[in-house]
């Protein structure tokens, strides 16, 4: 994925040797979540982070007045809160399953300790971070700045599958609902409903096969 997906899985997971890989997956800790379940909340992971093995989760922070500011959407490969493995302050990181997720914990010592030894693997972790913190820039000015409308059209082409073009619509996560949009825009169901209304009814957005799809369009 190219790097402006920052809402699509990045698959980590592979930035490590496969040594190390397989024997993190050897681990019998294995945790499994329910559609709707959260996977860690605050303060939860102390002494590890977890490896997504199944499933999509979104990972969010949430406002004193309860809006969330969702981060991406993490899906197999990915690790759930590496930055915190570097930070002395305590993870304020929701992680959220959007679909059945299994995680398998793995301690921070380990990753950090990985990370030390090699040199590229740090080098390419630090990219990584330097552009995740300028996305997250770019979420935090829709979220407080944005129009809901602009906010929601920000979101679906983040969430488009740049990669997967069909004709000139990019399909979105089949697993996304009404629901997990509204929370993603700090709006409600029934206001991303009448949005997606009106963008299928200009045709900037169709929905096919129970699936929201985005027109090719940059002027979108």
């Given at each position: 994925m190219s790097?402006?997906?920052?809402?699509?899985p990045t698959n980590l997971i592979n930035l490590f040797s496969t040594a190390q890989v397989e024997k993190w997956q050897a681990k019998e800790n294995i945790f499994t979540f329910k559609k709707g379940d959260f996977i860690c909340t605050p303060g939860q992971l102390s002494d590890s982070i977890y490896l997504i093995v199944e499933g999509h989760a979104r990972i969010f922070h949430i406002h004193l007045e309860g809006k969330e500011c969702v981060l991406g959407i993490l899906s197999e490969g990915d690790l759930i809160d590496l930055l915190?493995?570097?930070s002395d302050k305590e993870s304020q990181?929701?992680?959220?399953?959007?679909?059945?997720?299994?995680?398998?914990?793995?301690?921070?010592?380990?990753?950090?300790?990985?990370?030390?030894?090699n040199q590229e693997l740090l080098m390419t972790l630090l990219h990584y971070f330097s552009n995740r913190l300028q996305e997250t820039i770019e979420i935090l000015e829709q979220v407080a700045y944005?129009?809901?409308?602009?906010?929601?059209?920000?979101?679906?082409?983040?969430?488009?599958?740049?990669?997967?073009l069909s004709q000139e619509w990019y399909p979105l996560p089949e697993f996304l609902t009404h629901s997990n949009l509204a929370g993603m825009i700090a709006s409600t169901r029934e206001t991303v409903t009448f949005l997606l209304n009106k963008l299928i009814q200009t045709g900037n957005v169709k929905q096919?096969?129970?699936?929201?799809?985005?027109?090719?369009?940059?002027?979108?």
């Open positions: 790097d402006n997906q920052y809402l699509y915190q493995i570097f990181l929701f992680a959220k399953a959007l679909t059945e997720v299994k995680v398998i914990a793995i301690p921070k010592s380990e990753v950090k300790k990985e990370i030390q030894q944005g129009k809901v409308e602009e906010r929601l059209l920000f979101l679906l082409n983040k969430l488009a599958n740049k990669e997967a096919e096969n129970q699936r929201i799809w985005i027109k090719n369009d940059k002027e979108i």
